[in-house]
């Protein structure tokens, strides 16, 4: 290494991020080390000792994430104490609710930016290096002042996105951002802002691009996807439906998923697509929250029970193999016996693959938090358990039946836990183990399962190579 080569590496910037929450933010994090890594040349690192910057992506979705924010930002304080050039940025829905109030509260963190603002961070951040510092006794930390901007610019966050760069075969693609169901105990509305489409052609040709970069599958990501409405060229508006259509067109592209949707947009036209598009994989996420209508109707999900069963009927009928996930709020105000035992009732009637299932989180300003709420904890908790404990059952029997079965697997690394073998996915999301040489690696197999190890991993043998 010669002398100048010394010197950039020693002045090259390191950039440490932690990620609470859903898929959007993990998604939005990746983009956030990628603005940062053009405009200031930044490198991302796992270790937070050897950081210039830290950023919390943060999730405010249930109250325990966002207690979490001011406990891990307590930490690292004292890294700022030590050193006082550290950069402290906050940026996520926590972010987006509270503004300001951050640095009230936590006045050396020096950027606060929201989930539709981080392209912005470059300019963030130069602005947090010509903020006035000041020294506070209290904290004992330099601290910058005022470098807030958690707005809701539109969609141009995706127009100053750097070309995506990917490591593995599978890859997110953000289609939308924000929602507008306002369903009554969720903050997304208020956090992420209304529902923005990126417009058509922007999305295909960030999907053709990471094709050629090998991936093999893409997960079209969104808050609410199936209202995907994006712009097409013409200035007529492409639906979600159509979208998968010309998704399935790009060369490479092999399996197509989708998160999250909502039941009131599950609409024909999209169930249809399962008829014509085997890419599309046989495993859907279809959030319903409760089996009670009254409960439904309280959360304002606006449709019944019988719509959702009835999407999920005319899908089976169209793909008898399709694996089915959702989630779950338990205890909502006013959720009686008789509402949670509809509950059970439709996790062991529809028999799901897996799901997510959390107790109700009042969130501030949110409408269901008015809603008087007589159901105990001690009460929620118990009915959590129970309703676990079903999913778990339909889940591990689910493993189970693999066992014997060939299944298709997509290929993605060396299982570091076995010598020699590779680790996969299977359509229905298992993890899969077999004994296979790293010329697999990106590649579609068929695995016959040989034994089930967890709840979401099962041991197999190469069968063949699919491509
Ligand atoms: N867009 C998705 C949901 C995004 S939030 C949809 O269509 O439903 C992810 C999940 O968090 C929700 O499905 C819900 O089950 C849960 N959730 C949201 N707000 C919550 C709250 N206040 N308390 C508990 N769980 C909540
Ligand atoms: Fe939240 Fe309902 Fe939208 S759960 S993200 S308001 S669909």
């Given at each position: 290494m010669n002398a100048d080569d010394l010197s950039a590496t020693k002045t090259v910037k390191k950039v440490y991020i932690v990620t609470q929450g859903c898929q959007m933010n993990e998604y939005d994090s990746e983009k956030m080390g990628d603005v940062l890594g053009q405009s200031h040349g930044m490198v991302v690192t796992k270790d937070i000792n050897e950081a210039d910057v830290l950023l919390m992506n943060t999730c405010s979705i249930r109250e325990k994430a966002q207690e979490k924010v001011f406990s891990e930002l307590g930490r690292w304080r004292k890294l700022k104490e030590k050193n006082p050039d550290l950069i402290i940025g906050v940026g996520g829905c926590v972010a987006s609710q509270e503004g300001d109030n951050i640095q009230k509260r936590a006045p050396y963190v020096d950027m606060v930016f929201g989930p539709q603002t981080l392209h912005r961070l470059p300019e963030l951040y130069e602005n947090s290096q010509k903020a006035k510092s000041v020294f506070d006794d209290k904290t004992k930390t330099k601290n910058r002042i005022g470098v807030v901007d958690v707005s809701f610019p539109s969609i141009e966050k995706f127009d100053f996105l750097p070309e995506p760069k990917v490591e593995g075969y599978k890859a997110f693609v953000s289609i939308m951002e924000g929602c507008s169901k306002y369903c009554s105990f969720c903050v997304v509305p208020y956090t992420r802002g209304e529902e923005l489409s990126r417009p058509l052609d922007d999305v295909l040709a960030e999907i053709a691009s990471l094709a050629e970069q090998g991936v093999r599958e893409i997960n079209l990501l969104g808050q609410n996807v199936n209202g995907y409405r994006g712009e097409k060229d013409d200035g007529s508006i492409c639906r979600f439906s159509e979208l998968l259509h010309y998704v399935s067109h790009i060369d490479g592209i092999e399996r197509i998923r989708y998160t999250t949707s909502h039941p009131l947009e599950f609409t024909d036209d999209i169930i249809e697509a399962y008829k014509t598009l085997p890419k599309l994989v046989s495993h859907l996420h279809l959030p319903v929250q409760s089996g009670s209508n009254a409960i439904l109707a309280a959360m304002k999900r606006n449709h019944t029970i019988d719509v959702y069963i009835n999407q999920i009927n005319k899908l089976k009928a169209i793909r008898p193999d399709l694996h089915l996930s959702s989630d779950f709020i338990i205890g909502f105000p006013g959720e009686s016996d008789a509402d949670f035992a509809d509950t059970l009732n439709l996790a062991k009637e529809l028999d799901f693959d897996h799901s997510y299932s959390f107790i109700y989180s009042k969130r501030p300003g949110t409408p269901a938090s008015d809603l008087p709420d007589d159901v105990s904890l001690d009460t929620k908790k118990a009915r959590l358990a129970e309703f676990q404990e079903v999913i778990k059952k339909s889940t591990f029997a689910k493993?189970?039946?693999?066992?014997?079965?060939?299944?298709?697997?997509?290929?993605?690394?060396?299982?570091?836990?076995?010598?020699?073998?590779?680790?996969?996915?299977?359509?229905?999301?298992?993890?899969?183990?077999?004994?296979?040489?790293?010329?697999?690696?990106?590649?579609?197999?068929?695995?016959?399962?040989?034994?089930?190890?967890?709840?979401?991993?099962?041991l197999g043998e190469l069968v063949s190579v699919l491509d």
């Open positions: 493993t189970e039946a693999m066992v014997g079965q060939t299944v298709r697997v997509l290929v993605e690394e060396k299982a570091d836990r076995y010598e020699g073998h590779l680790h996969g996915s299977a359509d229905n999301t298992r993890s899969v183990v077999f004994a296979g040489g790293e010329e697999l690696l990106g590649k579609f197999v068929l695995v016959k399962i040989t034994a089930a190890k967890s709840m979401h991993l099962v």
